[in-house]
């Protein structure tokens, strides 16, 4: 080849050549690039050695030295990088071609062909750092390679799907890695076609477990422009999702509730101006449609002597006390409402000072309010009947021994209303009636035993020494074991009304002793006719003694038997004058046990005249067995004399037979039943419905008083009287009266 | 005639009270009386038999029929019966329609035992006397039965006080005849005197007069 082409072509490469010798390193030849690598003139090298120009980093100038002295001795041909010192002292990195060559003029020389690689190297040093960072990141980074399989992941990625090594994850594809596959496959082919993804995606570990994370994908392309790799950075962003997940839910929660919620929640300005408004709070302050109520004051609403309360409660709320306040509101139509409001303050992150605004929730509380005032009356109003009953209530704690007492309570035992803690065995009991007292415990410790209720009627003794007569009603509850554990009762001043009865059952008596005198008249010739017969039968037996004692020889055995006979009838007779004057006699109502039996067979003995003079024959219908009443006897007689008197006395124009029957008997129920049947001419239409009537009489004589007479007698002591009256079969009396204990007192 | 004959000293008692009832059957018992007790008027009809005597002591007010109802019930068909009236109270109307009744007596309760054993000694005692004049009287009226129609039409001029001319013109017999019916009529009639055929006659009369006027038995009529 021609020498000059040769050197032209050396003299323009763009390498730097040089030719050195190697007994001692003298640069020989270099070209232009060889100088301009180590910054220097072509003209400077010429004589100096290699070592010296291309002596490397200070660092390594001695390894380098050594180095380019060994390279020039070797054999054959070296390659290596070298870092130089360029006569600036900034260095370059060069690559090294060196060969050794036997040059026809200079012996063994070196000819180095050095090429700049500073750039590749900072590349290269650039791209060391890069991956370390990679490697190094938080970020879950894997490459894959365009068909999707793993080349390479981060010691983040391994962490992030809790994986131990490269091995189990490397060659597997990307899409295996995420719960939805087919959205990651699209978002890779995306990422392949459009060049990068960004977005979340549901990773799922091997595990099964499910994390969320937050996606970069981008399409890495050669330098050609051709892709070559896929790359995915992931991070965990599950706990940002979850709360902002709830986050979400808790606000569409709180907006449900401020939709839905029936009361009027509002945000209010610590002016009191409105800032939101529920569809309840529209509602309750009946705003038309369409009515803009956000920037309205909310005072607007309250009733005016609320507002001062009700700013307060505002700051109050503000300065952390959230609190509670009833007003009255006044709705757009002018309606006013009870409410009550809670205020709680209501921060906002933009708010530097402290918050700024309250949550009010609003409840319509005017039922509750009428409720309370109709309690409240209620309570007065029973207050006020217990006054007006003189009837008041009380609770005995069994355990404390202490009662509670309503304030009539106190009233009526002489008290101040609640001026002191009653007690059972002290306050009560002692003002109990002495000779009261042994009944009362005693009803009392029977009621705590059965468990059944009780009254009892007693006296008291008032705290000023007054006597007052209660009516005491109580009933024991017990606890789930069964054991009594309060009493509660109530006790009524019965003062009055047991007096007012009295004087009743007074009137009563004299009013049937009235009506008895009135038939004495005619009881006085029965009587008369009943005394009679004994008298008849005395005067007799005694003439016969007379006449006997008289005789001689003197009949001792006739004479007592006789005797006995006399006075076995004087005593008939004393008993005959002792009920008369018992019919007859003033007197107050007393009761007693006595056999209805007997009472029938008396009073048809008072009536025998009477009947006989009538001409009535009377049929007792009397059971075997005794039936007892607990009566007044005497008004009892009454009544039935009455009875026998009216059937005697309407059969006395009778032309059919004269017939009275009597019956007595027990009904089932608990009652006994008289019945007075005769067979006169029934009771005209026109007298019945006056039957009972007082002064109401179809005798010639009468009183007009019999059948009231009978008829409060027989209601005073719980019974009843009632007829029967058919036109031409006579009439039927029946007194129905409840039957009494079973046994002679 | 032997069941006519009276029964001696029975007394039947009338009184439903007991105690009284036996106070009077003891009184009666003690002077020895027979005594029949019972309740009603009823009881005692069913054993009452009109052919016999009958002592009773009634008391007014029985139940059913009373003793006034009986006192009357007994007048009208002219039994024997004497009787004695009790009452338990004054009623003057009473014992005065008792006492026209032929009552021996009328006595009030309470009645003295003297007062009762009178009464019913007087009434026993017309019971008996009375059945006597009976028996007289049904032996007067049999004998008489037996007068042949003359014999008979001679006792009654001889009883209107004719003479024997005068009764054989009446007649259209002789005297002699006259004579010869009147001695068997005075044989028939087992009389013979004047003095006893106007016995016979007055038994006949008193006894035409009892059959006449019912009403009219009793002490009055003597």
């Known amino acids: 080849m021609d020498q000059v082409l040769i050197n032209a072509v050396i003299a323009s490469m763009s390498c730097g050549v040089a030719m050195v010798r190697v007994d001692d390193g003298t640069i020989l030849y270099a070209n232009r690039r060889f100088a301009e690598l180590f910054g220097y003139e072509a003209s400077e090298l010429r004589g100096r050695t290699i070592t010296s120009v291309n002596a490397g980093h200070p660092d390594d100038k001695q390894r380098i030295s050594a180095q380019i002295v060994a390279t020039l001795r070797r054999e054959g041909v070296w390659r290596g990088d070298l870092l130089n010192e360029r006569k600036d002292g900034t260095q370059v990195w060069t690559h090294a071609s060196i060969v050794r060559v036997n040059h026809d003029k200079f012996g063994e020389v070196a000819i180095g062909v050095q090429e700049d690689i500073s750039s590749v190297r900072q590349a290269e040093a650039e791209l060391r750092i890069k991956e370390s960072a990679i490697a190094a990141s938080i970020n879950g980074i894997a490459l894959a390679d365009l068909e999707g399989r793993l080349t390479y992941v981060n010691a983040a990625f391994l962490r992030l799907w809790r994986q131990a090594g490269n091995q189990e994850v490397l060659g597997r594809h990307l899409t295996e890695f995420w719960v939805d596959r087919g959205s990651a496959k699209a978002i890779f082919d995306t990422t392949r076609t459009s060049g990068g993804w960004f977005g979340e995606l549901t990773a799922l570990r091997p595990d099964a477990t499910h994390f969320e994370v937050q996606l970069s994908a981008t399409l890495i392309r050669d330098a050609r422009n051709q892709p070559e790799y896929l790359m995915v950075s992931c991070v965990d962003v599950s706990a940002r999702v979850r709360a902002e997940a709830e986050r979400v839910a808790s606000e569409s929660k709180f907006r449900a509730i401020f939709e839905s919620e029936p009361c009027w929640v509002t945000v209010l300005h610590r002016q009191g101006t409105v800032l939101e408004i529920n569809p309840g709070g529209r509602a309750m302050i009946e705003a038309p449609l369409g009515y803009q109520v956000c920037g309205e004051s909310v005072l607007r609403f309250v009733a005016p002597e609320y507002h001062e309360r009700f700013l307060a409660g505002i700051r109050e709320a503000l300065g952390g006390r959230r609190n509670r306040q009833e007003f009255e509101l006044i709705s757009m139509r002018n309606r006013r409402l009870w409410v009550e409001q809670f205020v709680v303050a209501f921060p906002h992150e933009a708010d530097r000072d402290g918050p700024q605004q309250v949550l009010a929730v609003v409840r319509d509380i005017t039922e509750r309010k009428r409720m309370e005032r109709q309690l409240s009356e209620t309570v007065e109003r029973l207050a006020i009947a217990q006054r007006l009953a003189q009837l008041g209530n009380w609770s005995w704690h069994l355990a404390s021994d202490e009662i509670t007492w309503s304030d009539e309570v106190f009233r009526i035992f002489g008290y101040e209303p609640q001026s002191l803690k009653p007690r059972y065995k002290l306050e009560f009991l002692q003002a109990v009636h002495p000779e009261d007292r042994h009944r009362v415990t005693t009803a009392v410790t029977a009621a705590l035993a059965s468990g059944e209720a009780y009254a009892i009627e007693h006296r008291i003794l008032r705290a000023d020494g007054i006597e007052r007569i209660v009516r005491e009603r109580g009933q024991v509850t017990f606890d789930e074991r069964k054991q009594p554990i309060r009493m509660d009762g109530t006790v009524q001043d019965i003062t009055e009304a047991v007096l007012a009865e009295r004087q009743m059952q007074e009137m009563q008596d004299q009013l049937a002793h009235a009506s008895r005198v009135a038939t004495m008249g005619e009881m006085a010739a029965g009587i008369a006719h009943e005394l009679n017969q004994p008298l008849g039968a005395l005067k007799l037996y005694a003439d016969g003694c007379l006449a006997a004692a008289a005789q001689e020889p003197f009949e001792r055995t006739l004479l007592s038997t006789q005797l006995a006979e006399i006075s076995q009838l004087t005593a008939h007779c004393g008993e005959i004058i002792r009920r008369l004057r018992q019919y007859s006699a003033k007197r107050v109502s007393k009761r007693s046990t006595c056999d209805a039996r007997e009472l029938v067979k008396t009073v048809a003995s008072f009536m025998d005249h009477a009947l006989r003079m009538a001409g009535i024959e009377c049929h007792l219908h009397l059971p075997d067995e005794p039936v007892w009443l607990n009566v007044d006897s005497v008004q009892l007689q009454q009544v039935l004399i009455n009875l026998l008197r009216n059937a005697i006395d309407v059969q006395l124009d009778s032309q059919s037979e004269r017939r009275i029957d009597v019956k007595v008997r027990s009904l089932e129920t608990a009652q006994v039943e008289f019945s007075v049947c005769d067979s006169g001419p029934g009771i005209p239409a026109a007298v019945v419905e006056r039957l009972f009537e007082p002064f109401f009489t179809t005798k010639p004589t009468g009183l007009g008083m019999g059948l009231k007479v009978c008829r409060t007698i027989v209601q005073s002591h719980g019974g009843q009287i009632d007829y029967h009256a058919t036109a031409g079969t006579g009439t039927t009396f029946v007194v129905t009266l409840p039957a009494g204990q079973g046994t002679r007192p | ?222």
């Open chain 2, 1 to 222: 005639m032997t069941s006519t004959q009276p029964r001696q000293r029975i007394v039947h008692i009338l009184e439903d009270d007991q105690v009284y009832c036996s106070s009077l059957e003891w009184t009666l018992r003690s002077v020895n009386y027979e005594v029949c007790t019972y309740r009603t008027a009823s009881d005692f009809l069913k054993q009452f038999q009109p052919a016999f005597p009958w002592c009773l002591l009634i008391d007014l007010l029985l139940p059913g029929t009373t003793g006034l109802q009986l006192c009357q019930k007994l007048t009208s068909i002219q039994a024997n019966c004497a009787f004695v009236v009790l009452s338990g109270h004054g009623d003057l109307s009473t014992a005065v329609e008792i006492m026209k009744l032929g009552a021996v007596d009328y006595l009030e309760k309470p009645c003295s035992r003297h007062d009762l054993l009178a009464a019913i000694d007087r009434a026993q005692e017309l019971v008996v006397r009375r059945q006597q004049e009976l028996a007289e009287e049904e032996q007067v009226a049999a004998r008489i039965a037996t007068l042949s129609p003359r014999e008979h039409a001679v006792l009654d001029a001889v009883t209107a006080g004719l003479a024997t001319k005068e009764i054989a013109s009446q007649l259209g017999i002789s005297p002699k005849t006259v004579d010869v019916h009147r001695s068997k009529m005075m044989q028939k009639l087992s009389v013979t005197s004047p003095t006893q055929l106007a016995r016979v006659m007055y038994l006949q009369l008193r006894r035409a007069n009892r059959l006449r006027r019912p009403a009219a038995l009793g002490p009055g009529i003597l």
